[in-house]
């Protein structure tokens, strides 16, 4: 019997603590028809046991092994091939999906069938606990995916249509670390569009200083996308050129502490039940 929703996970070597709370989080949803794909992506043997453990405590999760690492677009294809939900619904192996999470997603998509995905907005967690909440535009245009994704990744919920039609995931070299990004300019190019829901109903942890930390060479490799995402979406100007060579600039050492400064100031403190502080 076909489940409504598919939750995918592509994992490689995962903190057992933090992948056991993940999947707890969708365990405990208040929406239960749902499966969830556990795609061990060539962990190392002690991590596949674990993997395998946890996975093997839900006839709902289904766990699939690849002997080789080839990074997570290749897992989350795999995962789409072997999805059997009407919707897909991304998450990562250590982030926190809050309780109604599901069910509002599949509701509004259910009730708004033009558009080809929901997001979410998120609360922000590292090991101390929930530093910031990332607010993501309601109705995401072109303009949107100059600065940053629009959508935060492992919040989404698809149609898993709109995936097949567009060819999941590119897996390439350029892609890697950046592999959302360059799919929802695909899609958006392509004429189809999502929409977040304004709730932080996902925990998603990033170190408060996690993308300055990104190695240059992804920089570079993000770089490449932005221009040819750019240039899909007509938005590839000599003014937006600003913006394709951010991540490479990003790196540079003044220019990061002002980026530090901005986004602390960007994000604003949510208590421990996932609501502004005011």
Not at 77 to 84: G, K, L, P, R, V
Not at 155 to 182: H, N, P, W
Not at 195 to 224: A, C, G, T, V, W
Request: glycine share 8%; with cysteine.
């Amino acid at each position: 019997m076909e489940k409504k929703i598919s939750v995918i996970l592509g994992v490689y070597n995962p903190d057992e603590k933090r992948l056991s709370a993940a999947v707890k989080s969708i365990q405990e949803q208040s929406f239960k028809d749902w499966e969830m794909i556990l795609y061990d992506d060539g962990s190392d043997k002690q991590y596949a046991e674990k993997i395998y453990q946890i996975s093997g405590r839900d006839t709902r999760i289904r766990w699939i092994r690849n002997k080789e690492n080839k990074g997570l677009a290749f897992a989350l294809n795999q995962c789409i091939s072997q999805a059997e939900g009407r919707y897909i619904a991304r998450m990562d192996d250590d982030d926190i999906s809050l309780p109604g999470r599901l069910e509002r997603q599949y509701q509004f998509l259910e009730e708004h069938p033009e558009y080809g995905w929901a997001g979410t907005n998120a609360g922000l967690i590292d090991d101390t606990g929930i530093w910031g909440e990332e607010v993501m535009p309601e109705m995401p245009k072109a303009e949107d995916f100059l600065k940053y994704s629009p959508y935060i990744h492992p919040s989404v919920m698809f149609q898993r249509k709109i995936l097949e039609q567009a060819g999941g995931y590119l897996v390439s070299r350029l892609t890697k670390r950046c592999e959302d990004y360059e799919l929802f300019m695909r899609l958006h190019a392509n004429g189809r569009y999502g929409y977040n829901i304004q709730e932080p109903l996902l925990l998603y942890r990033e170190d408060r200083k996690s993308y300055d930390k990104r190695k240059m060479k992804y920089r570079f490799r993000e770089m490449q996308i932005r221009y040819q995402g750019f240039q899909r979406l007509g938005i590839l100007t000599l003014k937006n050129m600003a913006f394709v060579v951010r991540p490479v600039a990003g790196g540079i050492p003044g220019i990061k502490m002002i980026r530090q400064i901005r986004r602390r100031r960007r994000h604003g403190a949510l208590d421990t039940e996932g609501n502004r502080k005011t």
